[in-house]
């Protein structure tokens, strides 16, 4: 056999093997692990964070992709390193809870009452000739009310146990069952609620032609599509944070102090 053969072949297992790794996990692991592979999931309208337990196959083949491009994609980035990486998944669990609520839950808060006003002046202006705005507005409005909801037993309920386990572990101490039972419970409500959600952004989305204003959209038209765009992008990531990080990690940890 000679040397440019046998480095062929060497090169070929290599790399049959990356891909057999990066098939096995879901697509949540791996932006969990690689918060950059969120951006190639994107790119191929995948949704990587209320259905994130799917496999690349599986995912791909609902949006009509070839899996191996996706694949592809993954493992060029795999290839540049992951200096550019948040970490999150290393984090410890209460400081990932305090992070989601000042970060995500702040900047949705804040958010909400902004684009509600946007979109109604939008509807006032503009809603004769774009009928689809006055969809748009609603399904954003419902979408406030209920992450508002959403957020509040996040901060009341869940998050405060994360920190109660946290404590419990780093003291050696017993830790009072809640009165919600076991932790899977509300995290199974938090994923379903995620998923709602996840559904009626991708609803906005397609009655927005993907937050692309029309050629006779004004200024406020402009800004209003952006600031939906760069909503359903942090949704994207607080939601991800939480499904694929947050909640398993807490599961696990629950697990682990119950012995």
């Known amino acids: 056999m000679n040397l440019f053969h046998w480095n062929s072949q ?28 969120a951006q190639v999931f994107k790119n191929h309208n995948i949704d990587f964070c209320c259905k994130g ?18 694949i592809r994609e993954i493992e060029a980035l795999q290839e540049l390193g992951k200096e550019e990486n948040e970490n999150y998944k290393s984090w410890p669990l209460d400081l990932l809870a305090d992070y989601i609520e000042k970060k995500h839950h702040s900047y949705v808060s804040t958010q ?63 830790l009072e069952k809640p009165h919600f039972g076991k932790i899977d419970n509300p995290v199974q409500m938090m994923m379903h609620e995620h998923e709602v959600e996840g559904d009626r952004f991708r609803k906005i989305a397609a009655l927005s032609n993907d937050f692309t204003p029309p050629k006779d959209g004004c200024g406020t038209y402009q800004v209003t599509y952006a600031l939906l765009r760069e909503f359903e992008e942090d949704l994207h990531l607080h939601i991800h944070l939480e499904n694929n990080i947050l909640f398993p990690k807490s599961i696990a940890m629950e697990k682990e102090l119950n012995g």
């Open 112 to 174: 909400i009452p902004i684009l509600n006003q946007y979109l109604e002046k939008l509807c006032q202006v503009h809603g004769k000739v774009h009928p689809e705005l006055f969809e748009i507005a609603e399904e954003f409005k419902h979408s406030g009310g209920e992450l508002t909801a959403h957020m509040k037993k996040e901060e009341f309920i869940l998050f405060p146990f994360v920190r109660k386990m946290m404590q419990a572990k780093q003291s050696s101490s017993k």
């Open 53 to 70: 337990n799917r496999s690349i196959q599986e995912a791909s083949e609902s949006q009509n992709v070839d899996p191996a491009v996706v």
């Open 10 to 37: 060497k090169y070929s297992k290599k790399k049959n093997k990356n891909m057999t790794t990066v098939q096995l996990k879901t697509i949540g692991e791996m932006v969990a692990a690689d918060y950059r592979t």
